[in-house]
């Protein structure tokens, strides 16, 4: 089975931090690329962050400088660290698993974890 689990999230406040993580199961976690998306109500989910399996590393223009995305293949975890958020950062924010096979693109996705931020 391959599982994603999402934890981390919260309330806080603008201007503040909180690190969201993701632990995967049921992949060849080193093989995967690794990424972060967010969806706000009303909204198309998007492309937060993302950190190839070759630790290729690409950020949205709105949250560069104030995320960090990073991998610990050990561990088969990806974090993702919010810096200065915003409310506009508020969303309920989704760990994907990407790996192209022969081709083939498989992707999996956590269930998500809510991230609120006030004003």
């Known amino acids: 089975q391959v599982q994603l689990v999402e934890s981390g999230g919260g309330l806080v406040q603008a201007g503040g931090s909180l690190r969201l993580s993701c632990a995967a199961s049921?992949?060849?976690?080193?093989?995967?690329?690794m990424g972060w998306y967010r969806q706000a109500p009303g909204k198309q989910r998007q492309l937060v962050a993302l950190?190839?399996?070759?630790?290729?590393?690409t950020y949205a223009d709105s949250v560069k400088g104030r995320f960090t995305i990073s991998r610990d293949n050990a561990k088969n975890t990806v974090d993702l660290q919010m810096n200065s958020l915003k409310p506009e950062d508020t969303a309920v924010y989704y760990c994907n698993s990407q790996r192209v096979v022969a081709g083939i693109p498989r992707n999996y996705w956590g269930q998500g974890t809510q991230v609120t931020v006030s004003s």
């Open positions: 950190i190839t399996s070759g630790v290729y590393i």
């Open positions: 049921g992949i060849i976690f080193s093989l995967n690329d």
